[in-house]
């Protein structure tokens, strides 16, 4: 393991811990948008049940899903380049290993949001059940 022979980086090694938080930093803009998407989703989702519409809202509902599934995904790759780059760059490790925990609860926050949105009790308009 690089990170473990102590003194000075080679430039291959510091660039490589560049390149990986440069992924990573765009990794979370990635997963970002996507959290907005299935929050903008979410909410045209509530103005549908809102308005009665249940077809538009379970079409959202599963536009959400899909948006917080792909949030998720990006915030675990995310955290992968931190921790790849903190196993090389040991002056920065706590930084990158505070960054890879950062991106693990968000990605576990988009997880739980996707599993909750799943499995919400479906509506009942006038004896019509979704």
Same mark, same amino acid.
């Given at each position: ?9 080679? +430039? ?8 990986? =938080?440069?992924? *990573?930093?765009?990794? $979370? ?8 998407? *299935? ?18 809202? $379970?079409? #959202? ?6 948006? #917080?599934?792909?949030? /998720?995904?990006? #915030?675990? !790759?995310?955290?992968? +380049? #931190?921790? =790849? ?6 002056? !920065?490790?706590? +930084?990158?290993?505070?960054?890879? !925990?950062?991106?693990?609860?968000? /990605?576990? @926050? ?19 059940? @979704?």
């Amino acid at each position: 393991m690089l990170a473990s022979l102590g003194g000075s980086r080679s +430039k291959p090694e510091l660039r490589l811990v560049c390149g990986l =938080e440069k992924e *990573a930093v765009g990794l $979370l803009t990635n997963a970002t948008e996507e959290w907005d998407n *299935a929050q903008a989703a979410y909410s045209v989702m509530a103005e549908a049940d809102a308005r009665r519409e249940p077809t538009l809202g $379970l079409d #959202f509902q599963a536009i959400a899903l899909w948006h #917080f599934a792909r949030a /998720a995904q990006y #915030f675990r !790759k995310a955290e992968i +380049k #931190f921790l =790849e780059a903190g196993k090389i760059q040991t002056r !920065k490790s706590a +930084k990158l290993a505070e960054s890879a !925990k950062s991106a693990a609860a968000r /990605a576990e @926050r988009a997880e739980r949001e996707g599993r909750t949105l799943g499995s919400r009790t479906e509506v009942n308009y006038g004896g019509n059940s @979704r």
